[in-house]
């Protein structure tokens, strides 16, 4: 079951505008922010909905384009933009901190990272403007009848009362996974730095050759699903 920003905001041509680019510059600020010991809980549980909104658009679009018995395929490559993303955060961590001196780094070249991540936002609008249902999604909106024949209630209400126990299932799963990654790619680099004293790019290069590793993965478990 998903609940889509979209849905309640509008419809769901308008919830997938940037389906690629806000994994990738999610984790660039993400890792933008950690990174420098900055905590900003506001702004990260706001992003936490736009990437859960975007992330699920574009793995039911995905589904729903996929040809029959190649849905987990297709949607795989929805997930792998996280590991890329945090790959590219890393790389541009790792470049910006040798480029520039410490203090200057802790003023305003982790910022950078916010910055580039601009550009991502600019491609998913691009992808947005030529982007065409799938044939799924077309079907079914005859079916839905005219606005005034649609239920006022949000779709998001409706979820939570036909489907409570589904969203609490799928949340919890979410959450252990997420946990787990959230753990491995920030407080461990941390604590590894600080507590372990061990090289901070020698933690970077793990999480980074793990994220690589998570790609094909991500690909062969989805073809196989």
Known sequence: VEIHGGDILADQRLERPLQMAR???????????????????????????????????????AIESAPRGTQGFYSSFVQIGVPLGVVLANVVFLVVSALVAPDAFQAWGWRIAFLLSIALVGIGIFVQVYLEEPDEFERAVPRS??????????????VLKGHSTDVLLAGGAFLANNTCFYIAITYAVAYGASTLKIPQET????????SVAMVPTLIMSGSIS
């Not at 933690?203 to 793990?210: H, S, Y």
């Open 23 to 61: 994994p990738i510059a999610g984790k660039l600020h993400v890792l933008g922010v950690h990174e420098c010991g900055m905590r900003r809980p506001i702004d990260q549980d706001g992003q936490g909905l736009a990437i859960g909104g975007q992330w699920g658009g574009a793995a039911l679009m």
């Open 145 to 158: 009848g005219a606005s005034k024949d649609r239920p006022s209630t949000s779709p998001v209400v409706r």
């Open 203 to 210: 933690m970077l290069a793990a999480v980074m050759i793990g």
